[in-house]
């Protein structure tokens, strides 16, 4: 199911489907045959997702004021206790995200060393939220902006999930599932497949931080070709603010 929230003028930016391709809406099934259910108050505004086979409701943004300004959005949708959430991004968090406390910063980030319980070098708007013999759905909020994802439980609120955006607009996708599996075919067919790989990117990688300047790495490259060692891609990190790449897709690492 989508949702698109957007100011009337449609001045806010959006990532446009000539970067992002997002399926045909002229494709989508009937009100009657879809598996998810949209209901939503005029006033306060807010809005629930109900999976129509259990009326377990997926997302609820009745508890907490839709915020939508010029650069500063915020969604926020109940959960149930102690909930089982995957996703959101590249990072070295565990694999099921904590539920209490936690915010996950979408926003790319070159991580020297890995240090635990921080945001790297891909941004994934997507969670899955498993719910064992409920079903599995995902959440994907198409996005560019930078943003928060804050995941909290307290007296007051109770479970929640909430997003605060640097600006753009609210452009969800609702993945029914109900299994895992289905979950990720649904997110492949909104964010189409991914390009196949680089013939070259299948062989030998030679990479780390430190070089020094291009005379050391030319010494690897050459012990390489002596111990007869395959070499397809050879990359390197400088110590500086911009890393720098050299790939060859020839055997022995010959640059």
Not at 14 to 37: H, I, K, M, R, Y
Not at 137 to 158: A, C, P, Q, R, W
Not at 212 to 228: G, H, K, L, P, Q
Request: charged fraction near 20%; hydrophobic fraction near 30%.
């Amino acid at each position: 199911m989508h949702v698109k929230i957007e100011d009337e003028g449609q001045v806010a930016y959006q990532v446009p489907t000539s970067v992002f391709p997002t399926p045909d809406a002229n494709n989508s099934v009937s009100a009657g045959d879809a598996t998810l259910e949209f209901s939503m108050e005029q006033n306060p505004f807010s809005f629930k997702i109900t999976r129509k086979s259990n009326q377990e409701v997926l997302f609820d943004t009745s508890d907490s004021p839709i915020v939508f300004e010029e650069q500063y959005l915020r969604l926020r949708t109940s959960l149930p206790d102690n909930p089982n959430i995957y996703g959101l991004g590249e990072h070295s968090d565990s694999l099921r995200l904590n539920t209490t406390d936690y915010t996950r910063t979408l926003w790319s980030r070159d991580a020297y060393g890995i240090p635990s319980g921080t945001n790297l070098y891909g941004n994934h708007p997507i969670y899955f939220d498993h719910r064992v013999d409920k079903g599995t759905h995902g959440v994907f909020l198409l996005s560019s902006s930078g943003m928060d994802i804050k995941i909290n439980k307290t007296e007051t609120d109770g479970q929640y999930l909430e997003y605060d955006t640097l600006g753009g607009v609210l452009d969800l996708y609702f993945l029914d599932g109900p299994s895992p599996v289905e979950v990720a075919q649904e997110y492949s067919s909104v964010t189409q497949k991914a390009a196949m790989m680089p013939y070259w990117g299948f062989g030998f990688h030679q990479c780390r931080y430190g070089y020094r300047d291009f005379y050391a790495i030319a010494e690897v490259v050459y012990n390489y070709s002596t111990a007869a060692i395959p070499l397809e891609t050879m990359c390197k990190f400088f110590n500086m603010k911009a890393p720098m790449n050299l790939c060859t897709d020839e055997p022995q690492g010959r640059i």
